[in-house]
């Protein structure tokens, strides 16, 4: 997993290295990373956006090193009664140029603020940004986004790629406006301590995913409940039940009144029109298209009741929100997971814009682990342990994709999975094959969570 820390335990970790590193000679160390970035691109022409301060001093830094390949260099001070010292008169040793108006340019960079900055861009350099239309090089991050929580207020930079030093800040994880990211390391090593939270990778995936061994059967894989649906909404039940069949479940029930459905599309699902009647299993996945009535309220208890791990998404959330009470029905040592998007998330607690800490403060309040929907999936345990998973694309945003991942997520639960670590690797899974499903895209967006499946089976496969 890749780690992230925050912007206070970076700058901590600076003051450190500063004891035995001279802060001018990190400066120069980053700043030639930022042009060896700049340089691969192949430039003839790169412009210069320069803020007060180091950040600023980076890019100065970075055009010096660019002049010394032989690349024209361009910059505009925002700030110039401000600009860096020492990174100016680099920069005008190196023969670079200061203007007051963008020109012609293959690469820009942005040293306009760093981690320390907040709020949007400034109106001065918001209309330059807006009128680049070539790759902007972020230093850092992204200027104008907030660097501990992703957020934008305003106006500010969209990056191709962004360069930072060190170690990965929340922002790193959280927007999307940082484009590619890549670490240099400047020499904070263990200064930087455990992370606060971290990215989920290919590897976790890999070394967490249950595979059959040689001993297993359907039972021994796990056996995984799927409540969902109705008759109103049967594709809820055979959306769910696909993630939980193609997962590598060892066997996958069903209880609702989408039996027959179910059973027509997923033959090999044990399916039965009464929960009582299911059977035994290793983990429920409850919700999806369940209703709010009566029916999905007494759905809800029974489920809380068997003393398994449960997945909770869409009508399910929203009872929880509308019956406080159905809390008491579980164990309290039985692991239970949420997975709202935001609208859903809201009708259980406040959703500020950090979306770390609110995911963070329910999971705690609720004893739960808590997968927060959304452009980059948020983990939160009880325990405080935070993962995000970065998609790939946005082409998930579409109905039906969210009762895809409940059942690819219970199957991982039924498999004795960690729920914190089953949530992220589902969510990782979904989200991959929701870009795979797509290529070709654009098209109808009901073909894509239909689509899914097939892609689950080839991701397993």
């Not at 027509?264 to 009535?293: C, K, S």
Request: glycine share 12%; with cysteine; net charge negative.
């Amino acid at each position: 997993m890749r780690g992230v820390w925050t912007t206070d335990r970076v700058r901590t970790a600076e003051q450190q290295l500063f004891k035995t590193v001279p802060e001018p000679t990190l400066m120069r160390r980053a700043a030639f990373g930022v042009a060896v970035c700049a340089a691969e691109l192949r430039p003839r022409k790169v412009l210069l956006l320069v803020g007060a301060g180091n950040n600023g001093g980076d890019a100065l830094w970075a055009g010096a090193f660019l002049r010394r390949r032989g690349i024209a260099v361009d910059a505009i001070l925002l700030k110039p009664e401000r600009a860096h010292e020492e990174g100016l008169k680099a920069f005008h040793r190196a023969g670079g140029r200061i203007v007051t108006e963008p020109g012609p340019a293959d690469v820009v960079i942005d040293g306009i603020v760093g981690i320390s900055g907040k709020g949007p861009l400034r109106p001065e350099a918001a209309e330059l940004v807006a009128s680049i239309d070539v790759p902007i090089i972020a230093i850092d991050l992204p200027s104008g986004v907030d660097p501990d929580t992703g957020a934008e207020d305003g106006p500010c930079v969209d990056a191709a790629i962004t360069v930072t030093f060190g170690g990965r800040k929340p922002v790193h994880a959280l927007s999307p406006r940082c484009g590619e990211v890549r670490v240099l390391d400047i020499g904070l090593g263990e200064a930087l301590g455990e992370p606060d939270f971290g990215i989920i990778d290919r590897f976790d995936v890999a070394d967490a995913w249950p595979i059959p061994g040689a001993t297993d059967d359907k039972y021994t894989q796990g056996v995984t409940g799927i409540a969902a649906g109705s008759a109103t909404y049967p594709g809820a039940a055979v959306l769910s039940a696909s993630g939980a069949v193609l997962a590598t479940s060892g066997m996958v029930r069903y209880a609702g009144t989408a039996a027959e459905v179910v059973s027509q599309r997923w033959p090999e699902v044990v399916a039965t029109g009464a929960i009582e009647d299911a059977g035994r299993v290793q983990a429920w996945v409850v919700g999806p298209g369940i209703g709010t009535g009566t029916a999905g309220r007494e759905l809800m208890e029974y489920v809380l009741g068997v003393g398994v791990p449960v997945c909770v998404d869409a009508d399910g959330i929203t009872l929880f929100a509308e019956h406080p009470t159905l809390w008491d029905r579980r164990d309290p040592d039985t692991p239970i997971v949420l997975t709202p998007h935001d609208r859903e998330f809201a009708r259980l607690a406040p959703l500020g814009k950090d979306r770390v800490a609110s995911a963070k403060s329910l999971a705690k309040r609720v004893n739960a682990v808590v997968l927060l929907k959304g452009s980059n999936t948020i983990v939160a345990a009880p325990d405080g342990r935070v993962l995000v998973n970065q998609s790939p694309s946005a082409w998930l945003a579409t109905a039906g994709s969210g009762d895809v991942l409940s059942g690819i997520l219970g199957a991982l639960l039924a498999a004795g999975i960690d729920p914190w670590l089953a949530a992220g690797c589902a969510a990782y899974a979904h989200a991959h094959a929701g870009t795979i499903a797509a290529d070709g895209a654009p098209a109808p967006a009901s073909m894509i969570a239909a689509a899914l499946s097939d892609t689950i089976r080839w991701l397993r496969g």
